[in-house]
Structure formats: C-alpha cells, structure tokens
C-alpha cells in the first residue's frame, strides 16, 4: 500500500502525462489533416480530423457548451473526492489519473475550441482521441478497483 502523498503524487503525475499526449497529438493532427479529411493507416483504422460537439455517443447532444462543461467540472470533483476518501487503494492514483487527464483534455479543447478533435477511426465506431481511449481505460479501472482493491483502513 502506498502513503496518500505518494498516491496524490502519481495522480498528478498521471494527469500530466495523459494531459501531454492527448494535447499534443491533437496538434499534431491539427497541424497535418484538413478537417474532414481521412487517411488510411491499416486496412481496419483511419487517421481522420473531425470536430465533435457532443460528448461520448451523443450524450447531451444539443445541450450548451456551458452545460458540457459544468457537468464534466462535476464529475472531476465527485471522482476527487471519491480519490480524497480512497487515495491508498491499490490502483485508485492510476484509475484517477486516467480519468482526470482524459477529461482535462477533452475539456481544453471544449473551452478553446467550441468542440473536441477526434481523429482515430475504426470502421462502424464513432472517431475518438486519446483523451478518450484514457478516460475509458480509468472508468474501467475505477469499477474494477472499487469493486476489488480493500478499502482504506
């Protein structure tokens, strides 16, 4: 088990690596595909540059960006301090981070773009990023650690 400092710690670590590579190859795609273009890397994934206005599946479709941001604010703080209660469980910092760094990042591009870059596209899946791929990879070990990791004592 390790201290709350130590956890706090890779949490922040975690954000910032996941913060770095989700912004970063979003200006890179920026920089080199025309919005709208689409260019085939393997036969089962394309490299494209969309827009997306809507959060994942289409979820609060319509609704203002004052509304997606506030409510990606509160899922920040309500996973915080689910992490505030429960930093010592083993994998909590990792989960956390992922989510937390994925979300910062989506948000970035809502607040500085009116929208978030999607540009990894498999065939029949809507196109995503890597703020995505992390915040699923965190949700996922966030239930496993919930449901698994004893809590703190």
Do not use: C, Y
């Not at 080199?32 to 979820?59: K, M």
């Amino acid at each position: 088990m390790i201290s709350k400092s130590a956890a706090w710690r890779r949490l922040g670590l975690t954000v910032l690596i996941v913060l770095a590579l989700d912004q970063a190859s979003k200006a890179i795609v920026v920089g080199s595909v025309e919005l709208g273009e689409r260019i085939q890397v393997l036969p089962f994934l394309d490299l494209v540059h969309v827009r997306n206005e809507v959060v994942a599946f289409g979820f609060l479709g319509g609704s203002s960006q004052t509304l997606v941001v506030g409510v990606t604010l509160l899922a920040i703080v309500l996973v915080g301090i689910w992490f505030a209660l429960s930093a010592t469980r083993p994998g909590a910092w990792l989960a956390v981070g992922l989510l937390g760094g994925g979300a910062i990042g989506n948000l970035a591009d809502r607040v500085t773009r009116d929208a978030v870059i999607d540009f990894i596209d498999f065939p029949a899946w809507p196109s995503f990023n890597v703020a995505d791929i992390a915040i699923t990879g965190g949700a996922l070990l966030l239930v496993w650690t919930t449901l698994t990791a004893p809590a703190d004592e």
